[in-house]
């Protein structure tokens, strides 16, 4: 008789460079938001509860993502799609993808919203153990680092699986006894992330690539790179600087994807940045919130604060609770955001952004039915 797992451990113990930090997250129980109190009913708790309470605030506070953004439900429907039809046999390499966006703007996030996801579905519907008894990994995760090369990437991929051949042995070893992990545990995705750490014109950087078409090749997973410009870097190159066609194959395989920031450019991307907004503000627990808090009194002010960059922008409001619940302040408004400091590239752009809405040339605020009905009864 199959032995269960161990009990699912603590989140914050382990990372998703192993299995069981991306199983204890795929399936740990849906985190509960606390208790929305007033200010009275916070003040009548005692000096213990008290402390609960706010920690409990905070560690929500810091976990509210993610958000179900136009973006990243985009980003899912392509990869069940591409996920989908790479269910070849055996002697067809599978097709790759390459999430390619700058950063802030939840490729990660979303990536692994999915495959947590892909996780859950697959151990539902198979088990958590294969028919020949061993353990069911549905997805492998490795980040790269900088000046990796294939040993040292091989090394990681048996790290995650805890293989115990993963300190000793030559590269092409490691890449055996991975290819049979990947076999015995019916992996099916495999996630690269920070993929722009790899140099791909020189020594180390060609001798992964090469190493990605032999994983395509032999290996029965869906490859899903995320980075940051890519294309620049050269993934989906023809060819290197010298003329060797080593990259053509990794460029016509891999499938490029992409996520943008919220635009509001016109009436369909307000409604949709003010829908983010609304979800995110439910999601809230300060004393004093109010309905419209975000999607009404600081819908311009955080656009222009985050540029549209749901990474920013959930930065800053996790950020703006935590100073709120901590100063007793109890609610989001632009006088404590402004106390709140951001990423450089958001605090950059603010400036001229800030210029655009104060001469009225940008707004977040999508346009009433009545003004319409005037501006179409002017023109006519």
């Known amino acids: ?53 706010e920690q409990g605030r ?61 996780h859950r579905q697959v151990i539902e519907r198979e088990g958590a153990f294969t028919a020949a008894g061993h353990e069911r990994w549905p997805v492998c995760r ?18 995650y699986y805890a293989h115990p051949g993963r300190k000793s042995g030559t590269a092409a070893l490691f890449a055996q006894r991975a290819l049979d992990c990947v076999l015995q545990c019916e992996t099916r995705i495999l996630v690269i992330d920070d993929l ?38 050269g993934l989906y190159s023809e060819a290197n600087s010298r003329g060797n066609i080593t990259l053509a194959q990794t460029a016509r395989r891999t499938t490029p994807l992409t996520m943008e920031p919220f635009v509001v450019t016109n009436d369909k991307h307000r409604r949709e940045w003010r829908r983010m907004l609304l979800a995110l503000e439910k999601r809230i627990v300060l004393c004093r919130k109010f309905p419209g808090m975000l999607a009404d009194e600081l819908s311009d002010y955080l656009y222009i604060r985050t540029t549209g960059h749901i990474g920013s922008l959930m930065t800053l409001i996790n950020r703006g609770c935590q100073r709120a619940a901590r100063t007793g302040v109890e609610l989001l408004n632009a006088e404590l955001l ?10 950059r752009a603010r400036k001229a952004l800030a210029k655009k809405f104060a001469r009225r040339r940008m707004t977040t605020k999508p346009r009433s039915r009545a003004a319409k009905a005037a501006s179409a009864k002017t023109v006519a």
């Open 338 to 347: 402004d106390q709140v400091k951001l990423d450089a590239g958001a605090e």
């Open 58 to 118: 905070s560690i929500w506070h810091a976990n509210l993502g993610p958000i179900g953004t136009p973006q990243l439900k985009a980003l899912h429907e392509d990869l069940w799609d591409i996920l989908a039809s790479n269910q070849q046999d055996g002697d067809k390499a599978k097709g790759a993808v390459a999430v390619d966006a700058f950063p802030g703007l939840g490729k990660t996030t979303a990536v692994l919203d999915f495959v947590l996801k892909y």
């Open 142 to 159: 490795v980040g790269l680092t900088s000046n990796i090369g294939m040993k040292e990437f091989n090394r990681s991929l048996l790290e």
């Open 196 to 233: 722009h750490f790899l140099k791909w014109h020189d020594r180390n950087g060609t001798e992964v690539s090469n190493h990605f078409k032999y994983i395509a090749n032999e290996f029965p997973v869906t490859i899903i790179f995320i980075g940051v410009e890519l294309g620049n870097r």
């Open 1 to 53: 008789m199959m032995q269960p797992r161990p009990e699912t451990p603590p989140l914050d113990n382990l990372t998703l460079s192993r299995k069981e930090g991306l199983r204890a997250l795929a399936e740990a129980p849906k985190r509960q938001p606390p208790e929305l109190l007033t200010l009275k009913q916070k003040a009548l708790l005692g000096e213990a509860a008290l402390l609960e309470y």
